[in-house]
Nanobody
Framework: QAQLVESGGGSVLDGGSLRLSCAAS????????MAWFRQAPGKEREFVAL????????LYADSVKGRFIISKDNPANTMYLQMNSLKPEDTAVYYC???????????????WGQGTRVTVAS
C-alpha cells in the first residue's frame, strides 16, 4: 500500500492557522477512509477528523468542529487539514491514517504516517 507522509507542522501563536498535508506515495483507493489523529505528550492518540475518499463524507471530533477543515485532492493522492483558531490544547503530533472503515477509532486504521509536530503557544 501507499506510504503516507505528513508535512506542514510548525509553531504558531494562539489563534493562528496551519495547513497540514498528507501525501501518499501511490494511489489512494476509492474505498479508503482517510483520517487525522493527534497525540499530545502523556496522552493517548485522539481522533481529529476523517474523510471518505470516494464520497467526501466528513466527520469531526467535537473539539475541532468549526475550526478545522479536512479536504482531499484525489488526483494528487493528498489529504489536507486546515487548522484555524488554533489553541494551546491543539499542541500535538498529528498523524494521517488510512483505513477501510468509517471509524473514529485508531485501532481501525492500518496505515500511518510518521507524524508532523504542531505547537501552539499562548
Amino acid at each position: 500500500q501507499a506510504q503516507l507522509v505528513e508535512s506542514g507542522g510548525g509553531s504558531v501563536l494562539d489563534g493562528g492557522s496551519l495547513r497540514l498535508s498528507c501525501a501518499a506515495s501511490g494511489r489512494i483507493y476509492s474505498s479508503s477512509v482517510m483520517a487525522w489523529f493527534r497525540q499530545a505528550p502523556g496522552k493517548e492518540r485522539e481522533f481529529v477528523a476523517l474523510i471518505r475518499w470516494h464520497s467526501g463524507s466528513r466527520l469531526y471530533a467535537d473539539s475541532v468542529k468549526g475550526r478545522f477543515i479536512i479536504s482531499k485532492d484525489n488526483p494528487a493522492n493528498t489529504m489536507y487539514l486546515q487548522m484555524n483558531s488554533l489553541k494551546p490544547e491543539d499542541t500535538a503530533v498529528y498523524y494521517c491514517a488510512r483505513g477501510s472503515q468509517y471509524s473514529s477509532s485508531a485501532a481501525d486504521y492500518n496505515g500511518w504516517g510518521q507524524g508532523t509536530r504542531v505547537t501552539v503557544a499562548s
